[in-house]
């Protein structure tokens, strides 16, 4: 048993010792395989890196002539106070909701129509003359143009131009006048002042005067008038508005009627001291029983370019009955297509209530009181713009202690920047 135990023994150890030397052969041969593989992918050789990358250099780009605009003033958003609440005022009466009818309505119906003309001819004139209504030598005129004032040609009639003269489609001798084709492409920053008044009617030279004084104190390029008196039979036939525009030196004028008062034409008027080239106007909705309201358009033509400019009054009632005014305004604005313009005018509200209708709109006037004695500001003055124009800063001439009218005159310092 011992000696069969023994070989069994090393018959075993034998066994063993040929598997561990074949294993040994087998991982040799995995090793040098291994080390093939190494070669064969070895890496690439290492580059010194810098002890310090170089930064990214900043994105350049050219100076525009926007850069040396003032800074805009931040728009202030206004939250909407909730229809549904109704406090009752000191007499005890709780304010009437806004009724269903009110409200904006989705799509605007009339046709305003803006001219997007690149270019215009300009005829200046050498000398004075009467801007007759027809083309004819002789007949009844429209007034006075004098040397060197500009009026765009709207066409050409034989030996006459017909040129827009303070809103209306006037003629004079070709012969009389130098033609010249303007570009209403803006080169560079156009800066210009825009003025808006009320000036509670006008027909008696007294007040002529004193509102002249303000105009002239103000000094602006573009003003917005309302409560204009432009003919009327009180002592005599008058074209208030133009002698205003002449005595305060503006040789350009536009006129808006809105009602018929005392015998004569009653509205809003925008006075230039450079070419409008420009006009319309467009009936606004009121309440039923409520005094008529338009938005009058004009296009002026400054050196640098041509600005849009709207004037309007809206009407002074309840909250509820204005805002239909106001929508109206909005919406006949909106339909014009126009993206960058302003708007003067006695809007008879403050700005969170057109906010509420127009959201891409901006005010140049948020605190000061432009009516009554200021116990209660009332902002109802304003100058409105949207767009590529910018407003740094605004004042007031005040001269009710002149018994002028009972409003104060706001003037708005603007740039229109290049789009």
Not at 35 to 52: F, N, Q, R
Not at 228 to 239: A, C, F, L, Y
Not at 332 to 347: E, I
Not at 378 to 397: F, Q, R, S, T
Request: aromatic fraction near 8%; include cysteine.
């Amino acid at each position: 048993m011992n000696i069969r135990r023994t070989i069994k023994i090393t018959v075993c150890l034998t066994a063993l010792a040929l598997s561990l030397s074949a294993c040994a052969s087998v991982s040799q041969e995995e090793k040098s395989a291994d080390a093939e593989s190494v070669i064969l992918v070895a890496a690439p050789e290492k580059t010194t890196m810098p002890a310090t990358p170089s930064p990214t250099p900043a994105p350049t780009r050219e100076p525009s002539p926007n850069d040396a605009v003032p800074t805009i003033t931040p728009r202030i958003t206004f939250v909407p106070i909730p229809q549904s609440e109704h406090t009752p005022d000191s007499r005890g009466r709780t304010p009437t909701p806004s009724p269903e009818w009110a409200t904006p309505y989705p799509e605007y119906t009339g046709t305003p129509t803006v001219e997007a003309d690149n270019a215009v001819s300009i005829a200046r004139l050498t000398e004075k003359i009467a801007v007759r209504k027809k083309a004819q030598a002789r007949g009844s005129y429209w007034g006075y143009a004098l040397p060197d004032e500009e009026y765009r040609i709207l066409a050409e009639k034989g030996d006459y131009y017909q040129i827009l003269f303070h809103g209306e489609k006037g003629y004079i001798p070709s012969r009389r006048a130098v033609r010249t084709e303007k570009s209403l492409r803006q080169e560079e920053v156009l800066q210009f002042t825009v003025g808006t008044l009320n000036i509670h009617g006008m027909n008696t030279e007294s007040r002529l005067a004193k509102i002249v004084s303000i105009l002239n104190a103000a000094d602006a390029d573009v003003v917005g008038l309302q409560e204009v008196s432009r003919r009327t039979q009180s002592g005599g036939w008058e074209d208030w508005l133009e002698r205003l525009a002449e005595a305060a030196g503006y040789p350009y004028f536009t006129f808006c009627k809105t009602i018929s008062y005392d015998g004569g034409d009653y509205g809003i008027a925008v006075i230039s001291k450079y070419p409008i080239i420009a006009d319309d106007g467009w009936k606004l909705d009121v309440a039923p029983g409520k005094e008529s309201r338009a938005l009058e358009y004009t296009r002026i033509l400054f050196p640098s370019g041509a600005v849009h400019v709207f004037n309007t009054h809206l009407c002074a009632s309840e909250m509820h009955l204005k805002s239909i005014n106001i929508a109206s305004m909005v919406h006949t604005l909106d339909a014009t297509g126009l993206s960058t313009y302003v708007v003067t005018g006695d809007f008879n509200c403050s700005p969170p209530r057109i906010f509420r209708y127009k959201k891409d709109i901006n005010f140049s006037n948020m605190e000061l009181n432009t009516f009554g004695d200021g116990k209660r500001p009332k902002i109802i003055d304003n100058v409105l713009y949207a767009g590529d124009i910018v407003v740094p800063h605004v004042e007031l001439v005040d001269a009710a202690d002149t018994g002028a009218t009972d409003h104060r005159m706001l003037i708005s310092s603007c740039y229109q920047l290049i789009p």
